[in-house]
Nanobody, 116 residues
């Protein structure tokens, strides 16, 4: 079992920055991949970014160049650094973990609102 707890969501102005955190606990060693997804009101949940256990990162085209995903193994935490935020980035952001064998875990979500 893996537990994920997000934090860092807030109201921020367009062009601003924010860092989300996701603290993992439980069977940490079984995590093969971690990621961030987001869901805007009335829309389906969508992929934002991921990082593998070997450090390879992948980004959605909509956030490439603005967002950075990272993982601190010492703190069992993954981060999403978000820069140059736009109103269309407004969503609930969810932390995701994929373990070996293939079990999927989600956090409870943290709200990010980009508005002036």
């Amino acid at each position: 079992q893996v537990q994920l707890v997000e934090s860092g969501g807030a109201l921020v102005q367009p062009g601003g920055s924010l860092r989300l955190s996701c603290a993992a606990s439980g069977s940490i060693s079984s995590i093969n991949l971690m990621a961030w997804y987001r869901q805007a009101p009335g829309k389906q949940r969508e992929f934002v970014a991921s990082i593998t256990s070997s450090g390879n990162t992948f980004y959605a085209d909509s956030v490439k160049g603005r967002f950075t995903i990272a993982r601190d193994y010492a703190k069992n935490t993954q981060y999403l650094e978000m820069n140059n935020l736009k109103p269309e980035d407004t969503a609930v952001y969810y932390c995701y973990a994929l373990t070996v064998p293939h079990n999927v875990y989600w956090g409870q979500g943290t709200q990010v609102t980009v508005s002036s």
